[in-house]
């Protein structure tokens, strides 16, 4: 879990000036991360993952964006568009739609997976299914 928070600190950075945090707090972003990879596909919610941790949604929250960099429903939508594309590539997969695998990767309607897409890669114009058939 420690390796995984430095590769995603590594990627979007921290902040500037980072405040100190109390021990509870430092230790439970690496478990909020691997929490959130393991369960990407199902209904996650800054309030659900909170009451896992038992912690304020407010204050996940705030050492979430200050340490990450990214809002928590954003890093959300990220792995469940990562895994989007990494399940369009398996061979079992072939024949789903964009859509079926949104589902199945957490996603609870097209506009939701629409328009986290459009957040993610906000300088494409292409649809998402125009952008994976591109790299067929």
Do not use: M, W
């Not at 991360?33 to 659900?48: A, C, F, G, K």
């Not at 979430?64 to 399940?87: C, H, M, P, T, W």
């Amino acid at each position: 879990a420690d390796i995984l928070l430095h590769l995603i600190v590594s990627a979007y950075g921290v902040s500037s000036h980072p405040k100190p945090v109390d021990k509870k707090g430092y230790f439970v972003l690496p478990q909020v991360i691997q929490y959130i990879y393991e369960n990407y596909d199902q209904p996650l919610t800054l309030s659900s993952i909170a009451e896992h941790f038992n912690y304020a949604p407010s204050s996940l929250s705030r050492l979430f964006s200050q340490y990450i960099k990214i809002d928590i429903r954003n890093f959300i939508n990220g792995v469940r568009i990562q895994n989007v594309l990494a399940l369009k590539d398996l061979p079992k997969n072939e024949k789903k739609s964009i859509i079926e695998l949104a589902f199945e990767c957490g996603f609870n309607s097209s506009s939701s997976f629409y328009r986290a897409y459009s957040k993610a890669f906000p300088s494409v114009d292409s649809s998402p299914s125009e952008v994976l058939h591109s790299y067929e």
